[in-house]
């Protein structure tokens, strides 16, 4: 059969390792050329195995129990990985050396404490590393392989680092500590408290003045109380035995961050008032082990959020100072970027709206080490965003000044991305590494204190996962540079910016590089094959070898639909939609149209359309069992989904569910006219995000789906969260257009197909409450052709079994008796 809309079609290999375990790919398809990939399945699968319900929807435990948390040892030649054991949820710690056969052999609960873990860190020599388990501090000597425990205590101590000195630093609470390697002994670096009040808290009031004046009982005890404090602050300073280390911000503050200096000598911390902690909703738990109904403490809803900001200081440890840093120096940090969006919403109001320019509010972002220091500690780099989603900024501080220097600002109209925030210092210099969208694209940029920022990557893909080389002239680094689908390693000259591919396996890889440097560790998995373990030298044309054999030989014998991930035009933009598509045998020569299948995936920003192993298992053998049957199923990386670059992710911007549902549009044509569907034979389903376009297709596009399923569904923006829909949406306040327009509640007069309504009751992300809200709805609409079914002990991912075959039988039946 001729499909239309393929340009080129290119067979790429995806079996997970050939007889001898070693991967290697046969194509090197690009972004550019390829329109289709076709991914393989297992090549020891058992054609005439049916596949039910009853088995996918077992305990995932049947088909695999993969590497959790690997990284390498010390050694660069032994690596350690987590493993769930079969029928509960504890993990064990495994250990194997990369020659050793097999899956290497579980860690003794005694010696857990020798293993660092992939969190451990340096000191400047590379001799010693730090790390912290289970509450206390050790360190090992690299050399000798010797581990000493500096803590033991029942306080949880945490954030170990080497100080510039040698000595480690951590963290108890909001106390930092410096410990001697040299005579162990321990000093305290800075207490941070929030329990005294301050002199702006202890403000008398008039009768408190009055009370002074007038009773002298009363001033003879202040005065005492002021003589002691005097005596004791005296002694303090005078004597060296005593810390002078506290720094009170006040009762009604909360510390948000603390990042201490490697010299020991300074402090970044954020403040933010304990006032602005969101209001928080309960949840009703009718199956508690109890008996009772018990009511859980959950997230507040974007509608109830306040607007939240922090204050950040610099203190001086040695001087005991304390600085404020203004955010008056960061561009644009009083711009009215709301502006537009408010003027829209006052005018459906009748209202007049005149925008002026006002402080913003900024905070420091929430990212893994947002704050980060030179590792001499004379510089610092810190990541800020504003509440508004619109601006991030990343800054350094002028010491000498006291005060913020914006390094790099990256405002987006839309919103400021969640993720590809990764940055860090070249310490053999002043300059900044670090990853921006500003392209359209997450790339790389390194910038110098003083100069303009020069790119190291381009095109259209995306870089994340950044490894620095210990000679700092190289970067390591996660891309989909050959096609949006398969992630692949790469590794960048800093001063050249000549970028080489290091793996060529298709598919999905993880990577960490061992600490010489010489070899990577990869998480390699591929449509059909779950997760697994591999080795090769960190070079390219070099030969992975397989290190980890997890996956059951009842999954490898099942017959497994292997996708074609094909690359479907649009009739709104030029962009393709990415998609998995799954066909049955004969599917172009049937006399009989077939019956299709469209499942949207979760979150929204995710990517689902790759070429590895999906979170959405089930749904993958769901999809197979399907096809064996005689279905199509299609899966799109519809607009909003991950891995296609900024335009397509804030293409939903203040108008969800438009977008998606016109790629739906253009999928459904895409199956009539290339493979053999009936239009009057599809139906869909999806959960969560899912589910939302569940229901906005069925009821703004009512004949598109003859029925659908809707999981865990989002029926009103207003009542998710605000982290999450305030950047799409901004807020209810501010823009109440994007979100009436956006949620399914205010169309459901639309649905014409039956509809079934799946929804867990401790649904602790999308509440059940959405769910309520739709059914009452649609009873007062007077709709017929719609079911509930609900699950009482489930959270939003399904955990039970019984419930996941319960859900999946129901969607099942509903496509069987309607398509």
């Known amino acids: 059969m001729k499909l239309k809309l393929i340009t080129t079609l290119v067979a790429f290999s995806l079996t997970a390792c050939t007889a001898n375990d070693v991967m290697q790919s046969t194509e090197t398809p690009t972004a550019s050329n390829t329109a289709t990939v076709t991914s393989i399945a297992n090549k020891n699968a058992d054609v005439s195995n049916i596949i039910t319900l009853e088995q996918i929807m077992s305990d995932p435990d049947w088909f695999a129990r993969s590497p959790e948390s690997w990284y390498w040892g010390d050694d660069s030649n032994t690596i350690f990985y987590q493993q769930k054991r079969a029928g509960n949820p504890v993990r064990d710690l495994f250990s194997k050396s990369i020659e050793q056969v097999g899956n290497g052999s579980k860690t003794d609960l005694a010696r857990l404490h020798v293993f660092a873990d992939k969190n451990a860190v340096l000191n400047q020599t590379g001799t010693k590393e730090a790390y912290v388990f289970q509450g206390n501090v050790f360190v090992k000597d690299l050399k000798s392989g010797d581990v000493q425990q500096l803590t033991y205590t029942s306080a949880i101590e945490r954030n170990a680092m080497f100080l510039t000195n040698g000595n480690v630093a951590y963290r108890v609470e909001n106390r930092f500590f410096e410990h001697s390697l040299v005579n162990n002994s321990v000093k305290e670096l800075a207490n941070l408290t929030t329990t005294l009040a301050t002199s702006a808290d202890k403000t008398p009031s008039y009768i408190a003045n009055e009370q002074h004046k007038l009773i002298e009982y009363v001033a ?26 506290d720094f009170n911000f006040g009762k009604n503050k909360k510390i948000v961050h603390a990042s201490l200096s490697p010299a020991g000598d300074k402090m970044i911390i954020s403040l933010a008032d304990k006032g602005t902690v969101d209001k928080s909703d309960i949840m009703p738990n009718y199956i508690a082990d109890d008996g009772h109904i018990k009511a859980q403490q959950v997230r507040a809803r974007v509608a109830d959020n306040r607007k939240y900001s922090e204050e950040l200081f610099l203190l001086d440890l040695k001087t005991g ?13 009083d711009d009215d970027v709301l502006a537009e969006v408010r003027l829209e919403n006052y005018k459906r109001e009748g209202k007049s709206y005149h925008s002026q320019k006002a402080p913003r509010n900024i905070h420091v972002i929430q990212a893994y080490h947002p704050i980060k220091w030179h590792e001499d500690g004379k510089h610092v780099a810190i990541m800020l965003e504003a509440w508004d989603n619109k601006d991030r900024w990343l800054a350094t ?16 109209d839309a919103w400021i991305n969640w993720t590809f925030n990764e940055f860090g210092w070249l310490n053999d210099s002043d300059r900044l590494y670090y990853l921006s969208e500003e392209s359209g694209y997450s790339h790389l940029y390194v910038k110098s204190l003083h100069s303009k920022a020069r790119r190291l990557t381009t095109g259209k893909y995306e870089v994340s996962d950044l490894t620095l080389s210990q000679d700092e002239q190289s970067i390591y680094f996660r891309a989909n ?9 790469y590794q960048v000259d800093i001063e050249q910016g000549n970028v080489k591919a290091l793996t060529d396996l298709g598919g999905n890889n993880n990577y960490a590089l061992s600490p010489d ?7 390699h998995s591929t449509v059909t094959m779950p997760p697994e ?30 996708p074609q991930v094909v690359a479907i035009a649009s009739s709104n933009q030029s962009e393709p939609i990415y998609s998995k598509v799954y066909l049955p045998k004969n599917f172009d020569v049937t006399a009989k149209k ?15 359309s790759h070429l590895g192993w999906s979170g959405y298992f089930r749904e993958f053998m769901f999809h197979s069992m399907l096809v064996q049957q005689g279905y199509v199923v299609i899966d799109m990386d519809y607009r909003a989904s991950k891995g296609y670059g900024r335009d397509w992710r804030t293409a939903i911007y203040r ?15 895409w199956l009539v006219e290339n493979a053999n569907v009936d239009s009057n034979r599809v139906g869909t389903y999806g959960g969560s995000y899912g589910g939302f376009l569940t229901l906005m297709s069925m009821f703004t596009e009512p004949e598109l789906f003859q029925s659908g399923s809707a999981l865990r569904l989002v029926s009103d923006w207003a009542y998710y969260n605000h982290g999450y829909t305030s950047n799409i949406l901004n807020t209810p306040e501010d823009d109440a257009i994007a979100y009436e327009r956006s949620s399914p509640i205010y169309f459901a007069e639309g649905l014409q197909k039956p509809l079934l309504i799946n929804a867990p009751m401790v649904d602790d992300n999308v509440f059940f409450q959405d769910t309520v809200r739709l059914v009452q709805r649609l009873i007062e609409l007077e709709k017929q052709d719609f079911e509930t079914a609900i699950y009482p002990v489930e959270p939003h991912g399904f955990v039970q079994p019984s419930s996941w075959l319960d859900e999946y039988r129901r969607i099942y039946k509903l496509f069987e008796n309607t398509l």
């Open 397 to 412: 501080v002028n010491f000498n000044e006291n005060k913020l220097v914006n390094q790099h600002r990256l405002h987006d």
């Open 655 to 669: 108008h969800m569910g438009k977008p998606e549902v016109e790629d739906m549009v253009d999928g459904v044509n």
């Open 321 to 333: 100072m304390q600085h404020s840093l203004g955010y008056q120096t960061l561009p644009g940090f």
């Open 517 to 523: 440097e010489s070899k990577l560790l990869i998480e």
């Open 481 to 489: 540079k050959k096609h949006p689908g398969i992630y692949e390693i």
């Open 594 to 608: 077939n019956r299709a299948v469209m499942f949207s995936h979760g979150a929204g920003y995710l990517q689902n």
């Open 220 to 245: 003879l005890q202040k005065r005492n109380r002021d003589l002691k404090e005097q005596v004791k602050e005296q002694l303090k300073a005078i004597n060296s035995t005593l810390t002078q280390t």
């Open 533 to 562: 373990l591999y080795v090769q030298a960190a070079k390219p044309d070099a030969t992975a070898t397989r290190l980890t054999h997890t996956v059951s030989e009842d999954f490898l014998n099942m017959p497994w639909s292997a």
